[in-house]
C-alpha cells in the first residue's frame, strides 16, 4: 500500500516557477515509478511527466517539456516537480501517482495523491 500526498501548490503570475512535492508512505514508493497528473474541472484527467523507480528515466507530455522537471529522492519518499515559465493554461489541480511503468497511461497507476491546486495569473 503506498499513500501519497502532494503539496506546493498555490499562486504564481505567468512567467513565474513553482515546485510541486509528493511525500509517500508505504514499503514499494522506492520501486515504483511516479507520475504527476492534471485535471481541470469538466476536463479529463491528463499527464504530465512520469520518472522511473531509479530516477534514470523520464517521460514528459509536450505541452511541458523544457518547462518542467520531474524528480525524486527516494530517501525522503518524495518525488518533485518543478515548473518553470508557467502559463494561465497550466492552471489546474495537479495530482501525483505511484505505478507500475513510466508511461501516460492512468490505468497503469494504482495510488493516487488528493491533489494541489495551482493557479497562474496572467
Known amino acids: 500500500q503506498v499513500q501519497l500526498v502532494e503539496s506546493g501548490g498555490g499562486l504564481v503570475q505567468a512567467g513565474g516557477s513553482l515546485r510541486l512535492s509528493c511525500v509517500g508512505s508505504?514499503?514499494?514508493?522506492?520501486?515504483?515509478?511516479m507520475g504527476w497528473f492534471r485535471q481541470a474541472p469538466g476536463k479529463e484527467r491528463e499527464f504530465v511527466a512520469a520518472?522511473?523507480?531509479?530516477?534514470?528515466?523520464?517521460y514528459y507530455e509536450d505541452s511541458v517539456k523544457g518547462r518542467f522537471t520531474i524528480s525524486r529522492d527516494n530517501a525522503k519518499n518524495t518525488v518533485y516537480l518543478k515548473m518553470n515559465s508557467m502559463k494561465p493554461e497550466d492552471t489546474t489541480d495537479y495530482y501525483c501517482?505511484?505505478?507500475?511503468?513510466?508511461?501516460?497511461?492512468?490505468?497503469?497507476?494504482?495510488?493516487w495523491g488528493q491533489g494541489t491546486q495551482v493557479t497562474v495569473s496572467s
Open positions: 501517482a505511484a505505478g507500475r511503468a513510466v508511461v501516460a497511461v492512468q490505468a497503469l497507476y494504482n495510488y
Open positions: 508505504g514499503c514499494t514508493f522506492s520501486f515504483s515509478a
Open positions: 520518472i522511473s523507480w531509479s530516477g534514470s528515466s523520464t
